[in-house]
């Protein structure tokens, strides 16, 4: 029976310097050449990983943590955030003082110039501060919204949409997706298109944004720089994405 391995990007298959470890791409050929499907499930959008899905020969992914998906590139699933809750959380933000970004399949933009959170937070992704335009969430169909505050401010967001998934990724920024969201829900419809069964999909991830994941799929594997929720929720841990955890583990998995 095939089998189909899905890889987070952040802290899965790039190290913190936002590189590719040789092994890790190795192992992915590897995979490959063994007839293993790969694919990606990433928070990012997919203009924010194509040098990488070019470089490790991937064609299908699971992006905006679920809302995005592509089988062999062919958009197959779309899940964009509904518009007038998008105003309310304009609003919303504007109200205590918290900057957002909107993001597209193709770019993102900033609703405010010059807010240290957002540089911060978009700059650990190696990105520049994204262009300003206010209204673009007016404009275009959004998969995700990124709010910029603090752990201590992200209750009350929870509290006033709960139309709204609310996901952190970095001390000073939350992904926003559609309530029920999850990279598990894009896997599922990635599931429609091909016929693998739970036992045969195995993935990878070290964020909060990879639980779901990791819980749906038939072997869950967290990194080594795992955050502890993940870890507990994964059927194996290995070892750090700058120690070669990923081909450790496909070897530990007799999947190389």
């Not at 298959?13 to 990606?40: F, H, M, N, S």
Request: aromatic fraction near 12%.
């Amino acid at each position: 029976m095939a089998k189909i391995v899905f890889f987070d990007i952040d802290g899965t298959l790039l190290d913190e310097e936002k590189q590719l470890p040789a092994k890790t791409k190795e192992a992915v050929q590897l995979l490959r050449e063994k007839g293993v499907y790969t694919a990606i499930a990433t928070g990012r959008a997919p203009f924010m990983f194509a040098d990488l899905r070019k470089e490790l020969d991937i064609h299908s992914f699971v992006s905006f943590n679920g809302q995005y998906v592509v089988f062999e590139d062919e958009v197959i699933y779309l899940n964009p955030l509904a518009a007038d809750s998008l105003d309310k959380l304009n609003e919303y933000a504007a109200e205590q003082g918290h900057s957002l970004v909107y993001m597209d399949g193709e770019v993102m933009k900033a609703n405010r110039p010059d807010d240290a959170y957002v540089n911060e937070s978009i700059s650990t992704l190696k990105f520049p501060y994204p262009e300003v335009n206010p209204d673009f969430y007016k404009e275009k169909e959004l998969y995700q919204t990124l709010v910029f505050c603090e752990e201590k401010e992200e209750e009350s967001y929870r509290e006033q949409f709960p139309e709204f998934s609310f996901v952190r990724w970095h001390p000073y920024s939350l992904d926003v997706l559609p309530a029920g969201g999850s990279k598990a829900e894009g896997i599922k419809k990635m599931m429609e298109r091909l016929e693998f069964k739970r036992e045969d999909i195995y993935a990878f991830g070290d964020g909060l944004n990879d639980i779901e994941m990791l819980e749906f799929a038939g072997t869950g594997v967290a990194m080594g720089n795992a955050l502890p929720p993940v870890k507990e929720m994964a059927d194996m841990v290995t070892e750090d994405v700058a120690e070669d955890g990923i081909y450790l583990a496909l070897k530990k998995l007799a999947l190389l």
